[in-house]
Every structure is written in C-alpha cells, then in structure tokens.
C-alpha cells in the first residue's frame, strides 16, 4: 500500500541552528501539506503546496519556515533559525487532484530543540 | 468559540462495547469530514472520509454527518482492545488548498 515516508524520524537541533525535514509523499498526488503537533496538542496546519507553489499557509509559518519540492518525489520542510517553540512532531501528508480530500500522512519527525 | 471541539476524554470501555466519538463545528463553510486514528508518537491514520451530510459504513465503524447541527459521530461495534488509541476529527472546506481543521482527539481505551 502506497505511504508517505518522512526522514528523519527524530531530529535534536541545537536553538538557532537550521534544519531540513524531508518527505516523499505518494507517488500520484499532487497535494503536499505540512503540519505540527506540539506534544498534548492538536494538529495544526502549516503550510499546503500545489504546483509548485504554496496554496495556502497558517499564521504559524512565518519567515523560518520555507517548503521546497527539489525533484520529482521529494517535499522538504526547512526552519531557518530553530527555537524551543518549534519542538514538536511534523507531519508530511500529500492527497491526490480527484475532487475527494482524504489526506494520507507520514509518521512524522520529532524535532527537539534544545 | 472554537473551531472544532472534541471531547479529549479519556474514554475507556469493555471489549465489545459500541463506542460513539463526537465533535461539534462552528464553521458552516466545511464540506469534508474525516476521522483519524493516532497511537502514541504516530502519524494520523486515514479510518473515515465523508463528504457533506450523511452516513457512511466501513466493517465495524459508521460515521455520521449533520450539517444542520454541525455535528459528526464516530461510532465503532464490537470494540476490540487494538482500537485503543486517540481519535482525531478533522474538516475542511472547498478549495484546492483542503487544509484541514482538527479537533483535540479522544484517548480511547477498549478493556479486555
């Protein structure tokens, strides 16, 4: 069964330092999305991206935030200067361009910022 | 108000039991319903995906939309103890960004 594959699974960043979270979603779909959890919380949307572009963002992905779609299969999630606040799993989820919504997600990258 | 509310729980119940999983919406501008399934540290699982008002059945889950009461159900028979987990409800609108609005999950606990 296809899946959306995220790497790494845990990621431990110093505070300022830059990092690259990395998802490859499924194949055919055309969607690609960034979400957070922080832990207790709910799942929050970040960031949606469709041909090339970014389709729609929170208030939460501000100017540290980047998304970039390097090749053909991978969607990368980039916080510039990490702070505490940014500690949280990250889900990649991607959904195909028929007309239905079902989002199908990764199994996230723990970010800890220390 | 808040946009999505679910009832966080916890909710434990025997095995066997028939489960019903609630939230409540504010926005009327959803058109798409879905629940999600999270064990500890996992990504969310697609269970039930339900356009606009309506029943929807898959083996042991039915889900339900009211859209004039802004409401939707998750309803599990024959609980088993691997149905352990957080529930997540989440909605979103038309558009082709279908960002997705969740609610705060329901720790489910089914007891052997």
């Known amino acids: 069964e296809p899946e959306v594959t995220q790497t790494p699974s845990h990621q431990v960043t110093q505070m300022g330092q830059e990092v690259i979270l990395r998802c490859v979603p499924i194949s055919n779909h055309l969607y690609f999305y960034w979400y957070r959890q922080i832990l207790g919380q709910k799942v929050e949307f970040l960031v949606s991206f469709y041909n090339n572009e970014i389709s729609e963002k929170s208030e939460i992905f501000d100017d540290q935030f980047s998304v970039e779609r390097p090749d053909g299969s991978n969607f990368t999630l980039k916080i510039r200067s990490t702070k505490l606040e940014d500690s949280a799993m990250y889900f990649c989820?991607?959904?195909?361009?028929?007309?239905?919504?079902?989002?199908?997600f990764g199994q996230g990258t723990r970010l800890t910022v220390v | 108000q808040k946009e999505v509310e679910q009832d966080p729980g916890p909710l434990s119940v025997p095995e066997g039991a028939i489960v019903s999983l609630n939230c409540t919406y504010s926005n009327s501008a959803f058109q798409y319903f879905m629940w999600y399934r999270q064990y500890s540290r996992k990504g969310p699982e697609l269970l039930m995906y339900t356009y606009s008002s309506g029943n929807k059945e898959d083996g042991r889950f039915t889900a339900q939309v009211d859209k004039s009461s802004k409401y939707i159900s998750l309803f599990i028979r024959d609980s088993q103890p691997s149905d352990s987990a957080t529930y997540l409800c989440a909605m979103s609108g038309r558009g082709s960004a279908r960002q997705l609005t969740f609610g705060s999950g329901t720790q489910l606990t089914v007891l052997p």
């Open positions: 989820a991607s959904s195909s361009q028929s007309g239905e919504t079902e989002a199908f």
